[in-house]
């Protein structure tokens, strides 16, 4: 049954959209809060419309809507969601059941807990195409291997028999794919697909999806908040903000004349000038030849391992996951004490495990996580945080303690009421700030960054990597900043370190290691980082020389 | 492929009895440090000193401990249990019957018990905080919280006295028909339920609703699977470790914690055997039938392990 007020070829039809979803703050009475504000859109079949925006910005709500799915306690309450024609809001529980996985499909941001790992994969794939009997199992089979194929899956024929554990992530995340293209349904859902991936990987998954969409005429609403990804893959974009709409328009428009300022601040967010500093005469710490494993296990995470850093200087280690990255800073830590080689610091070795250490030698080493929120103590408060080292390394107590971390917050440029604030009260970029004040309440030489922009939103992470730089020009304090993004490699390093499969592949000043010729890999890298250009990854895939590691 | 599985298997398995030669050296200790003499205690208080050596000597009594250990652990790896000084029959001919007797109570109890508790937890989570979830839970705690010879005796009282459908006593005999066999084990096997019900119950509702966070889980849903079918093709398959443990548990708990209900209603099982030879002091039946239930037990939760390994498809399917 059509709707009078329906377009012929429209699809989707959102309209005010209202979401709210009732919260508990510690020690308040429960609170209603609005996450999404009438925001209203439309998409056309066959036509890709991308979500985008900072966390908390409701894309994924919006996105959820579209099947009628609130997830915790979310609530639609107002608006109209018309999905070929009905409002599918009308339609109460069995109409969500209906059109879920038959007309709207989804694809999570990590497969790898998306799937469940007590079945196999060709069961779960065409699960909702036998639940809405749209084929038999032999016919759904059949199209599911034909999409594996679709999307380059290796053994496209015996792929499905696999356990979720025995396929590796990215290609999990395409398997996922298929899954939703199995039972042919008039939208998909992508829900910050390519997120969780490496960027070697993430290149191989973008290709294999834009492909799978152009082929099928399917529509898709594909969220995330990188704004380089989504003008890959869409027609239109949409950026949101606050649960509200910012500003809607085509591709082309949006990266190249947002209308906007916060569209504009996204689209050049990652842009700092950092001039490289020259390595200075002798490093104040070396790595050399360290090679380490984990438990007795014959193979070695870190291979021969050699590094330098220099007084105030940055040193940028990147690499994919697994690449060692994060088990050298634990080497140099002595968290995992190196079966060959040594760390030298201020001329003389370290001890290789860290209950040898003197107190002084752990002050001069200090480190921030990647996720602030586990790295805190949630029932002390920042005042205590960043106290702590005070007392422990100096000694400070009292008065002067409140002090000096009065100064220190001014320093991450929080101001003073914060000391009195538990870190639940805190955002993720605040949080981030009342670590990076915790190690530089210990003075220390050397601070170890592991991935500590990644979990945070393009423009907090900037904001972070600005208090960074700024910092090490007032503290003379040096960096080993592991990252596995080379845009912020970019903006911050002064020499960098790539790494794979537990060796450097190539090192040096930034200048040098950012300049051709390229070894395949830190080539295969460096055209893997997505650009905020149109037909980006079209050119990229062509001009690669390796495969990379996750397939 | 199943390399794996099969170590861990057999390493659980050697476990298992290496644990059960560590409970027989405990038990045969627990019964010597016990105070009092076997040989006085037969004989009674009148009997003169020579006949008291005498009596020792033939038992053996007067040889080292570790030697005596070793006598009865040989001949318990042979079938033979000794023979229980109270009556002087051969122990392992009585404790047949009786084990047989247990088992029988033990597997219809669990029969009724394990499917009810794990269908009453997959409702209760799928009418998760509503009052089906509330009526079911607080149901099933009050049974357990009573103590089972309450409930044993309410039972009689209703069923055996004031309507009359089963008997109170449950007597069974070699030979007895199936169905009267069936409605002699009514109440004890009604009452074993009762106690062991809420405790796999909760169990599984716990287990389940853990997994109900999984993103997985939101994969499942989002297909258009009915809540019921989410918990039970999604949720289930991955909670089960835990809930065969429980099960396990209470079924090692069904053959071995039977004693206090095989009393009440009479019923000639493994419980009261024991219950009958502690008070005559006979060690030998004591050591007997504690080594039994030791190996109930061991094997129960080996069960519970290895279906746990079985069940984790990282194990049964490696990379």
Wanted: charged letters at 20%; aromatic letters at 6%; glycine letters at 8%.
């Amino acid at each position: 049954m059509a709707d009078s007020k329906a377009k012929p070829g429209l699809l989707l039809d959102i309209r005010n959209l209202r979401i709210e979803a009732t919260v508990f703050p510690p020690g308040e009475p429960p609170k209603n809060i609005v996450l999404v504000h009438d925001v209203s859109l439309t998409l056309e079949k066959g036509k890709v419309l991308g979500l985008i925006g900072e966390s908390g910005a409701g894309k994924s709500t919006i996105g959820l809507s579209s099947m009628g799915y609130g997830r915790g306690g979310v609530r639609i309450t107002g608006g109209e969601v018309i999905l070929n024609g009905r409002d599918i809001l009308k339609g109460g529980k069995d109409g969500f059941r209906k059109l879920r996985g038959r007309e709207v499909c989804y694809v999570a941001q990590s497969a790898a807990a998306a799937f469940n790992p007590a079945h196999r994969l060709m069961d779960q794939v065409v699960e909702a195409t036998l639940l809405h009997g749209t084929a038999t199992r032999a016919e759904a089979e059949k199209r599911a291997v034909a999409l594996f194929k679709k999307l380059s899956l290796p053994n496209p024929e015996t792929i499905g028999e696999r356990f979720p554990h025995q396929v590796s992530g990215g290609q999990l995340q395409r398997v996922m794919t298929a899954m939703a293209l199995c039972s042919e349904p008039d939208l998909i859902v992508f829900d910050e697909p390519t997120t969780a991936l490496d960027v070697t990987t993430q290149i191989d998954v973008l290709a294999a999806i834009k492909d799978a969409i152009r082929d099928t005429h399917v529509a898709a609403l594909y969220i995330t908040h990188d704004l380089a990804v989504v003008a890959q893959v869409s027609d239109e974009i949409m950026v949101l903000r606050h649960g509200r709409l910012v500003e809607w328009g085509g591709t082309r428009q949006i990266i190249k004349e947002p209308r906007q300022e916060y569209t504009n601040a996204l689209v050049s967010v990652h842009e700092i000038e950092h001039a490289e500093q020259k390595p200075g005469m002798t490093p104040f710490l070396s790595v050399k030849n360290v090679t380490a494993a984990y438990g007795r296990s014959q193979i070695k995470v870190l291979k021969n391992v050699s590094v330098d850093i220099y007084p105030g200087q940055t040193l940028a280690v990147v690499g994919e996951s697994g690449s060692g990255k994060s088990t050298l800073a634990r080497a140099i830590t002595g968290l995992l004490p190196p079966e060959q080689g040594t760390v030298t610091f201020d001329g003389r070795p370290l001890a290789n495990r860290l209950a040898d250490r003197p107190k002084e030698d752990l002050r001069q080493l200090q480190m921030i996580y990647q996720m602030p929120d586990v790295a805190m103590n949630p029932r002390q408060t920042v005042g205590t945080i960043i106290g702590r080292p005070l007392e422990f390394y100096f000694g400070i107590r009292g008065r002067e303690r409140d002090k000096r971390v009065a100064e220190l917050l001014d320093k991450i440029e929080m101001g003073k009421g914060f000391s009195d604030r538990y870190p639940a009260e805190l955002s993720g970029g605040q949080k981030q700030r009342v670590c990076i004040a915790r190690s530089l309440a210990a003075k220390p030489k050397l601070i170890i960054c592991d991935e500590v922009t990644s979990a945070l939103d393009p423009l907090v992470a900037h904001g972070i990597l600005e208090l960074l730089l700024e910092l090490q020009k007032e503290e003379n304090v040096a960096y080993l900043f592991i990252t596995h993004d080379l845009a912020t490699v970019k903006s911050i390093a002064d020499s960098i370190a790539v790494m794979y499969r537990g060796e450097v592949v190539r090192y040096g000043p930034k200048s040098q290691v950012l300049a051709p010729p390229f070894d395949a890999y830190t080539d295969l890298l460096l055209s893997s980082v997505p650009e905020m250009e149109i037909g980006w990854l079209e050119k990229a895939i062509k001009g690669r020389r390796m495969a990379s590691a996750g397939n | 492929m199943s390399s794996p599985i099969l170590k861990l298997v057999a390493q659980r398995v050697a476990l298992g009895i290496l644990l059960l030669l560590a409970v027989s050296v405990l038990i045969f200790a627990g019964t010597q440090i016990l105070p009092g003499d076997v040989a006085q205690a037969i004989l009674g208080q009148s009997a003169t000193p020579e006949s008291l050596a005498n009596l020792r000597e033939q038992l053996g009594l007067n040889q080292p401990a570790y030697l005596r250990y070793f006598h009865w652990l040989g001949g318990v790896l042979t079938g033979d249990l000794g023979t229980a000084m109270s009556s002087g029959q051969d122990i392992a001919t009585s404790i047949k019957g009786r084990l047989w007797n247990t088992l029988f109570l033990a597997f219809w109890a669990a029969i009724v018990a394990v499917p009810l508790a794990i269908i009453l937890g997959l409702i209760a989570v799928r009418y998760r905080n509503g009052w089906v979830d509330k009526l079911i839970s607080g149901l099933a705690l009050a049974s357990t919280s009573f103590p089972e010879f309450f409930i044993g005796y309410v039972l009689v009282y209703f069923f055996a006295v004031k309507w009359q459908i089963f008997p109170g006593i449950s007597t069974v005999y070699d030979g007895m028909p199936f169905g009267e066999r069936m409605q002699a084990i009514a109440l004890p096997a009604t009452a074993l339920t009762l106690v062991v019900l809420a405790h796999m119950m909760r169990m599984t509702r716990a287990a389940i609703l853990n997994v109900m966070q999984s993103a997985y889980v939101e994969t499942a849903e989002l297909k258009g699977l009915s809540a019921f079918n989410v918990i039970r093709k999604h949720a289930f398959p991955n909670a089960i470790a835990p809930i065969i443990n429980v099960v396990m548990l209470n079924l090692a708990y069904l053959i071995v914690g039977v004693v206090v209900v095989e009393v009440i209603f009479v019923y000639p099982g493994m419980g009261q055997y024991l219950v009958d030879h502690v008070t005559k002091r006979d060690v030998p039946v004591v050591q007997a039938v504690g080594l039994i239930f030791a190996a109930v037990y061991i094997s129960l939760n080996i069960i519970a392990d290895i279906a746990a390994i079985v069940a984790n498809p990282r194990l049964r399917h490696p990379k």
